[in-house]
């Protein structure tokens, strides 16, 4: 199971997901409360084993710029939070020359009401080319990820296994792996899985102390959950 440590802030935070076994590592260039700037995740990079995928979690739409961030700050993949854009996500992959990996949002709203079209919306995200993941993330009121909560998983486990249908059918091919986020901790990520059957999932806020700081207990016992829910 692919564990994703994301919105860390600080070289001992990142080092401690890596030593625990985490997979990858997030760094927000988003506006929020665990924003950083390419310099300052420069600083952080070059110190994390090879192994440990650094991501970069970006919501602008303008490729100069995720490209300029990436680059500055050492980055191994760029997880996109905005409508999924084929042209976009073809330029990056031109400008990286597949070095760096896309990973796409597709948001699930916690309202369950709001979630009519997301079956459509996730079929052709992975239909999309050039992708290495695609990351469901919980929304609400057009807002994705950094929320704190949950979705309704059971109703997603549907809506997941008619748009990966529809993408097989349509493609023929393998298609991109599925990491989910929102919501989750160390009591409830066995759960997630169980219903979901993800690739992977995603953490912030559920493994902190306070917004930008890792807790290591809750890091700890999260990752523990996930090994014992999903052996690798």
């Not at 709001?114 to 993941?133: E, I, M, Q, S, V």
């Not at 690739?199 to 890091?219: F, H, I, M, N, Y």
Request: aromatic share 6%; hydrophobic share 45%; glycine share 8%.
């Amino acid at each position: 199971m692919f564990v994703k440590i994301c919105a860390n802030t600080n070289l001992a935070d990142a080092q401690l997901a890596a030593e625990l076994g985490a997979d990858a590592v997030g760094f927000v260039f988003s506006p929020s409360r665990r924003r950083m700037l390419p310099a300052q995740v420069a600083e952080i990079t070059p110190h994390l084993p090879g192994n440990v995928l650094t991501v970069g979690v970006f919501s602008t739409t303008d490729a100069s710029e995720i490209i300029q961030a990436v680059r500055t700050a050492g980055l191994q993949a760029a997880q996109l939070h905005h409508e999924p854009n084929p042209e976009l996500i073809a330029k990056l992959n031109d400008a990286f020359e597949g070095y760096v990996r896309l990973i796409q949002v597709v948001p699930f709203n916690v309202h369950a009401g709001d979630n009519a079209g997301f079956a459509a919306a996730l079929a052709r995200t992975l239909t999309t080319p050039g992708l290495y993941a695609v990351l469901i993330d919980a929304a609400r009121r057009g807002k994705s990820g950094g929320l704190g909560m949950a979705f309704d998983w059971q109703l997603a486990a549907q809506e997941i296994h008619q748009a990966c249908n529809a993408a097989s059918t349509a493609t023929g091919r393998d298609l991109p792996p599925i990491i989910v986020a929102g919501g989750l901790h160390s009591r409830n990520v066995a759960a997630a899985i169980d219903v979901l059957q993800p690739w992977g999932v995603d953490v912030a806020s559920g493994v902190e102390s306070e917004p930008g700081r890792k807790d290591p207990t809750r890091l700890r016992f999260f990752l523990d959950a996930v090994r014992h829910a999903a052996p690798r």
